[in-house]
């Protein structure tokens, strides 16, 4: 629960947004606008920057979220179960990795 609990922190500009989920642009804005008609998040003016608002979970966005992240928690932890300490930290290692070269691979794109 931790985890959604950070996800869920504060509002978002749907380029924050679009960072954190990998979504192009246009799938980005249909996701919000469905989103959005769902009453799951709505649009606010940003108190910084009137002419990006910013996306903000309502109470029942922020219930689904909980929910979410929860199961997906639960679900990490049975499928992790049938690996062994040294398999765990091998895969973590891995995982890591990769995770770092896609972040440099991203930062290398955007500097083009």
């Known amino acids: 629960m931790q985890r959604s609990k950070r996800c869920c922190k504060g509002p978002l500009t749907i380029t924050e947004l679009q960072h954190k989920v990998l979504l192009a642009s246009d799938s980005m804005t249909a996701a919000v606008d469905r989103l959005a ?9 940003s108190p910084s920057d009137r002419r990006a608002p910013v996306l903000e979970l ?15 928690a639960s679900d990490l ?6 690996l062994a300490s040294k398999e765990k930290t091998a895969l973590y290692l891995t995982l890591k990795k990769i995770g770092l070269q896609a972040a440099h691979m991203t930062v290398e794109k955007a500097r083009i």
């Open 37 to 45: 008609k769902r009453g799951l998040l709505v649009r606010k003016s």
């Open 58 to 72: 309502t109470r029942e966005g922020r219930r689904l979220a909980e929910s979410c992240f929860a199961r997906y």
């Open 77 to 82: 932890k049975a499928l992790m179960s049938a």
